[in-house]
């Protein structure tokens, strides 16, 4: 019987990299760190934000294996990985990254099929790799790079016929469809983590399981605020949802060089904000300005509690 994922908070976890472009370890172990004192309640590794498609196989064993290894107890560590167009390679590459003793192995939709397939080919593409995994719980992510494949309420359930699915990672912004997806799902270990900001109030209202998107790099803990009093505080519950939607906009500026210099510089963790996916150059002292506010912000809203009280 394998461990269930539980439901919460799961930050897409970046990557810190030194000024000569080498994974820089000091960094990833000071953010392991930052997390768990934020209240994370999980850690989604080798994920897109991770910049997993720009890291050799190599890079992703180490920092994978690195990350087993410093990651603080009772934080549930998930992680994908899954860039490989081939099948066989893909299944070499997931039996190496699960076997590592991460708690579920991280499928990406888009690679199992071309935009122009169909479900068959899906599928019989993903049961061919999860052969090779089938003593490891299984997630999947809708990942938007490099093309958005979308997972049909049908195609979920037919998912659980070839392994042990417990997590999506959901990126459809359509509480409509994640309300199908939660009802196709019902009974079942299969769990929906929204990647959304803006709909993430509304979707644990139709029954999502928590959160995994680039904002937990930010302010994680009020994410797990909002899980925790939304069934019982509603109208704080809304003024919460509205400043961290509001914040979200920040993934259409720099994502994720603005992410490493808020945890880097405005976190004092320490490291640099380059990265492969996004030239660092361009992050403009205006942009950084726009950051440097939303922190100041976010410091404002966590104390909000002492200010109306002083």
């Given at each position: 019987?394998?461990?269930?994922?539980?439901?919460?908070?799961?930050?897409?976890?970046?990557t810190?990299?030194?000024?000569?472009?080498?994974?820089?370890?000091?960094?990833?172990?000071?953010?392991?760190?930052?997390?768990?004192?934020?209240?994370?309640?999980?850690?989604?590794?080798?994920?897109?934000?991770?910049?997993?498609?720009?890291?050799?196989?190599?890079?992703?064993?180490?920092?994978?294996?690195?990350?087993?290894?410093?990651?603080?107890?009772?934080?549930?560590?998930?992680?994908?990985?899954?860039?490989?167009?081939?099948?066989?390679?893909?299944?070499?590459?997931?039996?190496?990254?699960?076997?590592?003793?991460?708690?579920?192995?991280?499928?990406?939709?888009?690679?199992?099929?071309?935009?122009?397939?169909?479900?068959?080919?899906?599928?019989?593409?993903?049961?061919?790799?999860?052969?090779?995994?089938?003593?490891?719980?299984?997630?999947?992510?809708?990942?938007?790079?490099?093309?958005?494949?979308?997972?049909?309420?049908?195609?979920?359930?037919?998912?659980?016929?070839?392994?042990?699915?417990?997590?999506?990672?959901?990126t459809?912004?359509?509480?409509?469809?994640m309300?199908?997806?939660?009802?196709?799902?019902?009974?079942?270990?299969?769990?929906?983590?929204?990647?959304?900001?803006a709909?993430?109030?509304?979707?644990?209202?139709?029954?999502?399981?928590?959160?995994?998107?680039?904002?937990?790099?930010?302010?994680?803990?009020?994410?797990?605020?909002?899980?925790?009093?939304?069934?019982?505080?509603?109208?704080?519950?809304?003024?919460?949802?509205?400043?961290?939607?509001?914040?979200?906009?920040?993934?259409?500026?720099?994502?994720?060089?603005?992410?490493?210099?808020?945890?880097?510089?405005?976190?004092?963790?320490?490291?640099?904000?380059?990265?492969?996916?996004?030239?660092?150059?361009?992050?403009?002292r205006?942009?950084?300005?726009?950051?440097?506010?939303?922190?100041?912000?976010?410091?404002?809203?966590?104390?909000?509690?002492?200010m109306?009280?002083?």
């Amino acid at each position: 019987m394998h461990a269930i994922i539980p439901g919460g908070i799961y930050v897409t976890m970046v990557t810190p990299f030194t000024e000569d472009n080498k994974i820089d370890y000091a960094g990833v172990e000071k953010l392991l760190k930052w997390y768990a004192t934020h209240r994370v309640d999980g850690i989604f590794a080798l994920c897109q934000s991770s910049e997993i498609f720009f890291l050799s196989f190599q890079e992703k064993m180490e920092l994978i294996r690195f990350i087993v290894a410093h990651t603080p107890k009772d934080i549930c560590l998930i992680a994908s990985g899954h860039t490989a167009d081939d099948i066989p390679t893909q299944r070499k590459e997931a039996e190496a990254i699960a076997n590592t003793g991460i708690a579920a192995y991280v499928f990406i939709s888009n690679r199992f099929a071309g935009q122009t397939d169909n479900d068959r080919t899906f599928l019989g593409n993903a049961a061919e790799v999860a052969k090779a995994i089938s003593g490891v719980p299984l997630g999947i992510y809708e990942c938007p790079y490099p093309y958005k494949r979308m997972l049909t309420p049908t195609l979920l359930t037919e998912l659980l016929s070839i392994g042990d699915f417990q997590f999506l990672k959901d990126t459809s912004c359509d509480v409509e469809l994640m309300r199908a997806k939660i009802k196709a799902m019902d009974g079942t270990d299969f769990k929906l983590f929204n990647a959304n900001s803006a709909t993430f109030l509304e979707s644990l209202q139709v029954g999502a399981h928590g959160f995994s998107g680039v904002m937990a790099n930010f302010h994680p803990e009020l994410y797990r605020e909002l899980f925790e009093l939304y069934q019982t505080e509603t109208e704080a519950a809304r003024r919460l949802q509205d400043f961290i939607g509001f914040c979200s906009v920040v993934e259409c500026q720099m994502y994720p060089v603005n992410a490493k210099y808020y945890l880097g510089t405005l976190e004092g963790l320490g490291f640099g904000y380059g990265a492969r996916t996004r030239n660092a150059r361009e992050f403009t002292r205006n942009r950084q300005l726009e950051i440097e506010q939303m922190w100041a912000l976010t410091q404002m809203w966590k104390n909000r509690e002492n200010m109306q009280n002083s």
